[in-house]
């Protein structure tokens, strides 16, 4: 091996050495930026993962609140419905009491509702026909009235009205359950469902 031959081997053997050195280096930083990157994904994925967790609890507590007021509301109406049935029983009752029963209370209620005593009392056809002069003649007995039975009928599922000359009061047995209602449906409701 001649001088030339050695020299060539040595700049060929240090240049093998720098390439080395200088993959080894590339190799090493690709490594740095492979892992940086790697951690940037980690850290993006997880940040994603998290958001996406957050996200499906939040829309499962809304859709766990809606299905609750749905429910809420349900019951609510359920428990409309029960007392709206439970008022209507109570008017189906009152209209199909035993005739003299039907009768004393009628009179109780003219007893009541009569302001000068001397009002004309207008029934429906039916009432009018099987109870009405009982009704009228127990009132004015037992309060001191003195009530007139009218020929007029009207067209209510019990009950009556006072007319006295130009003011007629109401007392048709379905807008006293409809008032009574309204001012005990609270009342009903926590009974019915307590």
């Known amino acids: 091996m001649n001088g030339i031959e050695k020299i060539t081997q040595r700049i060929s053997a ?9 993959l080894g280096e590339a190799r090493a930083e690709a490594e740095k930026i492979a892992a ?20 499906a ?29 439970a008022y209507d029983l109570a008017l189906r009752k009152l209209c199909s009491l035993p005739e003299e029963k039907y ?6 209620l003219l007893v009541q509702a009569s302001s000068t005593g001397k009002e004309e009392v207008i029934f429906s056809e039916a009432d009018r026909r099987k109870v009405g002069k009982a009704a009228v003649e127990k009132a004015n007995k037992d309060g001191g009235k003195k ?48």
């Open 103 to 108: 009768a004393a209370v009628l009179a109780e």
């Open 147 to 194: 009530l007139t039975l009218s020929g007029e009928t009207r067209s209510i599922p019990g009950g009556f009205i006072l007319r006295s000359e130009n003011v007629e009061v109401n007392c048709a047995f379905d807008t006293l359950v409809r008032l009574q209602k309204a001012e005990t449906a609270g009342e009903v409701v926590k009974k019915l469902f307590s």
């Open 57 to 85: 609890a939040e829309r499962e507590e809304r859709l766990a609140g809606t299905a609750q007021m749905e429910a809420r509301k349900a019951a609510l109406a359920a428990k409309q419905e029960m007392v709206e049935k």
């Open 14 to 22: 240090d240049a093998q050495a720098e390439i080395d050195r200088v």
């Open 36 to 55: 940086k990157y790697q951690a940037q994904a980690d850290a993006e994925a997880a940040d994603l993962d998290a958001r996406n967790k957050k996200a």
